[in-house]
């Protein structure tokens, strides 16, 4: 379900290094590794709770018929994912009765208020998310928004519009659930944040937008059984060795490519996957994306005739859309462009992936490593999801860091308590 084509890499086979990619593959599978206490997302998608997973489609499902809108609140791994799942499968207009909205990902005042207005007088429900349970940004929004619903519904009501997700056992929003008695499900402790998409983090609030969540792990089993492969015939290896080439050559960064809208945020997942898993050490590819053809019209020059060996492109070409409209024939033709009447627009979008990959690779030497995907939906989410991760697993290892801690966070957390006068923070 997913290829890794890289006729226009510039890349030959011998750059890819099969022997260090085999070495590799035993450390993962033998869990013998740096941060190897964060590998529960290998066998996660067979090995999940199913009577948590039962129990979240109970919930989800009476909490489906007392709300219009789900406020997922949440940062970084307890976010990108769910927006990612949600748009790239429901779509950005999609006609399901249940809105997520999202917040704890800021601490702007002018994001909170406006929503807090919006909010009022409307059916919401709250799904609070944060593996630490101590993050600052989702536990001030969840202070302000959990106050508002109890005001707008009473507090016993409000007990059965609030669902935490959370550590089992540590961390404040647990004892804070806990004391408050609200339901809580759980994201493991092998499962980093940025890995756990497929924990409750992301699958509680899916089941609450509606999406078929079995599908979800049909397609992470099947990328599961698919990418079992010890050398570069495994394709989410390959993907790894590729870029692991690429940044030997001295390419400092990676730009992942959709060209479907509705996938902007599985950019912005796969940025926080890859950009927290291995910069570190001085090492890593800074991932950054663009959507095209938007932003062709505003970073294609750069792209087309910046420096070059700075950045290399990744792109995601989608084989099947889910709808297929044709442009139409119009008698004036005053726009001049009947030529493509009767054209679909997947046709002139595919077209214009070639074209633009002529431009990019050949005039404008800037390697382009093609990620094709079958389709967009709920199954190739799964399938996605645990492609990247085993992807990014075996290059963090390559560059010779582990790609499942993140210490350089902390810097940032600890001068905000200090300024902020945290107690006990020097
Ligand atoms: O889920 P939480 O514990 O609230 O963490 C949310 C996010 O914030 C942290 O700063 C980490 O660097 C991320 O890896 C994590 O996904």
């Known amino acids: 379900m997913i290829k890794v084509n890289l006729d226009h890499s510039s890349l030959k086979t011998v750059e890819l290094d099969n022997n260090k990619v085999k070495q590799i593959h035993e450390i993962i599978k033998t869990k013998s590794g740096a941060g ?54 429901r779509g950005l207009n999609h006609s399901d009765k249940i809105k997520i909205i999202y917040s704890g990902h800021t601490m702007s005042s002018t994001y909170i208020a406006q929503l807090s207005e919006y909010l009022k007088n409307k059916k919401f429900g709250i799904c609070v998310i944060s593996k630490s349970g101590t993050t600052t940004e989702p536990g001030i929004a969840f202070r302000t928004l959990e106050k508002q619903l109890i005001e707008q519904s009473g507090i016993e009501k409000a007990k059965e519009l609030i669902v935490a997700v959370t550590d089992g056992s540590r961390g404040a929003l647990k004892t804070l659930a806990n004391k408050k008695g609200y339901l809580t499900f759980t994201i493991p402790d092998d499962i980093g944040g940025r890995f756990s998409v497929l924990t409750p983090v992301g699958i509680f609030p899916l089941l609450v937008a509606g999406i078929n969540t079995d599908n979800i792990f049909k397609g992470a ?38 060209y479907e809208l509705q996938m902007q945020y599985i950019n912005e997942w796969w940025k926080q996957l890859f950009g927290e898993s291995e910069g570190k050490e001085g090492k890593g590819l800074f991932p950054t994306s663009m959507v095209f053809s938007t932003d062709l019209h505003s970073m294609g020059q750069w792209v087309q005739e910046g420096p070059r060996k700075v950045i290399f492109e990744t792109i995601i070409k989608i084989q099947n859309p889910v709808g297929n409209l044709s442009v139409e024939l119009d008698q004036d033709n005053y726009d001049g462009l009947n030529f493509l009447a009767g054209k679909s627009f997947h046709e002139i979008n595919s077209v214009a992936i070639e074209g633009v990959i002529d431009a990019h690779v050949n005039a404008g030497k800037m390697p382009n490593i093609i990620l094709e995907f079958e389709k967009m939906d709920d199954e190739q989410f799964g399938y996605l999801v645990y492609f990247f991760e085993l992807a990014v697993a075996m290059s963090g290892y390559m560059m010779g860091i582990n790609p499942f801690d993140q210490p350089g966070v902390e810097v940032y957390k600890h001068n905000m308590f200090k300024l902020l006068g945290k107690p006990g923070i020097k």
Not at 39 to 64: C, H, Q, T
Not at 227 to 252: E, I, S
């Open 221 to 258: 089993i099947k990328a599961k059984n698919n990418l079992v492969q010890n050398d570069l015939t495994n394709q989410a290896y390959k993907y790894a060795a590729a870029r692991n080439a690429l940044y030997k050559q001295g390419y400092k960064a990676e730009a992942l490519v959709t």
């Open 36 to 89: 190897n206490d964060f590998l529960g997302w290998i066998e996660w998608p067979e090995a999940f709770n199913k009577n948590e997973y039962d129990e979240m489609k109970k919930v989800a499902n009476s909490l489906r018929s007392k709300i219009d809108i789900l406020v997922t609140i949440g940062i970084g791994g307890s976010y990108l994912g769910i927006r990612a799942a949600d748009e790239m499968i």
